[in-house]
Nanobody, 124 residues
Framework: QVQLVESGGGLVQAGGSLRLSCAAS????????MGWFRQAPEKEREFVAA????????YYADSAKGRFTISRDNAKNTMYLQMNSLKPEDTAIYYC?????????????????WGRGTQVTVSS
């Protein structure tokens, strides 16, 4: 079992930046591929980014490429999402998730553990 808690969300103007954190407890986060997802009102939860256990390999949704950076610090049992050049369409609840599988996957159902989310609101 692993417990995940997101933080760092908030209200920011378009073009601004936020850094989300995901703190894990229970089992060490290095046992898992980690991912960020988001869900806007009345929309499906969607993949944002994922990172391998070692942190050497990452994958991004097209909407995040060039603007977001996923990283992890296994010694601190924490994952991050640096979000730059934010747009109003990035407004959503952002969730971190842990996957015990062997390959980076993009579907929410593939992930085993979830945090409760942190709200990100980008004003125009």
């Amino acid at each position: 079992q692993v417990q995940l808690v997101e933080s760092g969300g908030g209200l920011v103007q378009a073009g601004g930046s936020l850094r989300l954190s995901c703190a894990a407890s229970g089992r060490t986060v290095s046992n898992y591929i980690m991912g960020w997802f988001r869900q806007a009102p009345e929309k499906e939860r969607e993949f944002v980014a994922a990172i391998r256990r070692s942190g050497t390999d990452t994958y991004y949704a097209d909407s995040a490429k060039g603007r977001f950076t996923i990283s992890r610090d296994n010694a601190k049992n924490t994952m991050y999402l640096q979000m730059n050049s934010l747009k109003p369409e990035d407004t959503a609840i952002y969730y971190c998730a842990a996957d015990s599988g062997l390959r980076m996957r993009l579907t929410p159902n593939d992930y085993d553990y979830w945090g409760r989310g942190t709200q990100v609101t980008v004003s125009s």
